[in-house]
Each structure stands twice: as structure tokens, then as C-alpha cells.
């Protein structure tokens, strides 16, 4: 199960850091992605990060969110800077996890993010 914390209420132009966790059992955890939901929206990948630390990002969050993770605590972040209103969304992780032999896609539950003008 993956856990994602630290969302909140902020202004245009601060800032947020965002974490996801996995707890449970052994495993090895693979890529980990971060997607967003707006209302009305359909969800909206953000960024990936491999299990090597190699970084993908869409053209949304370039250059302002930085993903990255701590395999000792199997954790992912997503720094989130300049966030603008339009950044207003639900914001969830996914990531590949090997369990007993097998590989599979975990989700968190989400952690809202309110950008104020």
C-alpha cells in the first residue's frame, strides 16, 4: 500500500513537497510515477522516476515539480515550486512493485492540492 502526504492549501507561487510510502511485506519497488486529477478532469501523469533514478516529466511540470525517491524508506517525492492555480488537483503516486515473484502496479488513495490565486 502506498500513502501520499503533504498536500494542502497554498498561494500561487509557493511551494509543496509531496510524499508517497509503501508499508507492508517485502518487495521491490520499481518505477515510481506521479499523476494528478483535476475536478473534471481526466488524470494527468506528471512524472516518473526509474529504479535507477532516471527522470521523465511532462511538459506540465517541467522545469517547477522534481520527482525523486529513497529506496531505503520506499519513498517517492514530488517537489512542487512556482505552483500556480491551474496546479489545483488530486494528487496521487503509482509505482511497479515486485511481491512474491511477481510485478505489479500500486496505487495511493491521494493527497489534495489547492493552489489560491
Known amino acids: 500500500q502506498f500513502v501520499e502526504s503533504g498536500g494542502g492549501l497554498v498561494r500561487a507561487g509557493e511551494s509543496l513537497s509531496l510524499s508517497c510510502t509503501a508499508s507492508g511485506g517485502s518487495f521491490r519497488i520499481g518505477d515510481m510515477r506521479w499523476y494528478r486529477q483535476a475536478p473534471g478532469n481526466q488524470r494527468e501523469w506528471l512524472a516518473t522516476i526509474s529504479h535507477d533514478g532516471i527522470t521523465n516529466y511532462a511538459d506540465s511540470g517541467k522545469g517547477r515539480f522534481t520527482i525523486s525517491r529513497d529506496d531505503s524508506k520506499n519513498a517517492a517525492y514530488l517537489q512542487m515550486n512556482s505552483l500556480r492555480p491551474e496546479d489545483t488537483a488530486v494528487y496521487s503516486c503509482?509505482?511497479?512493485?515486485?511481491?512474491?515473484?511477481?510485478?505489479?502496479?500500486?496505487w495511493g488513495q491521494g493527497t489534495e492540492v489547492t493552489v489560491s490565486s
Open positions: 503509482s509505482a511497479d512493485v515486485l511481491i512474491r515473484g511477481t510485478w505489479g502496479t500500486y
